[in-house]
């Protein structure tokens, strides 16, 4: 699937650290705080997803566009050291629905 990363680190060593991290998982830097990848699997997403949720703080903000995840548009966004996840779905009749999730971080 293809997978973007928006970063908006909050500050320049964060910034450096997640840019490592990205990089160690094959992501491509596009511009300043934009890294994609065009063959990401849905496990290994799951794991970068935990090593940034670990690397983060509340200060850092992370926008994750995945396409296609089961004929939808999924955007987890992190903030405040909270994750949430929105589900676009097209219809034919292209109309888009829209599904927010509150994802809750297990201890």
Do not use: C, H
């Not at 949720?53 to 909270?82: C, H, M, N, W």
């Amino acid at each position: 699937m293809f997978v973007s990363i928006a970063l908006d680190p909050g500050s320049e060593e964060r910034a450096r650290e997640l840019s490592n991290l990205l990089a160690q998982y094959g992501f491509e830097k596009i511009q300043r705080g934009l890294w994609e990848s065009a063959i990401v699997s849905p496990a290994t997403l799951s794991r970068v997803k935990r090593d940034l949720d670990r690397a983060t703080d509340a200060f850092d903000r992370i926008r994750i566009y995945q396409f296609p995840l089961e004929g939808t548009l999924v955007l987890s966004t992190l903030k405040d050291k909270k994750w949430r996840r929105l589900v676009a779905r097209g219809g034919q009749e292209k109309t888009i629905s829209v599904q927010t999730t509150r994802i809750v971080k297990r201890k």
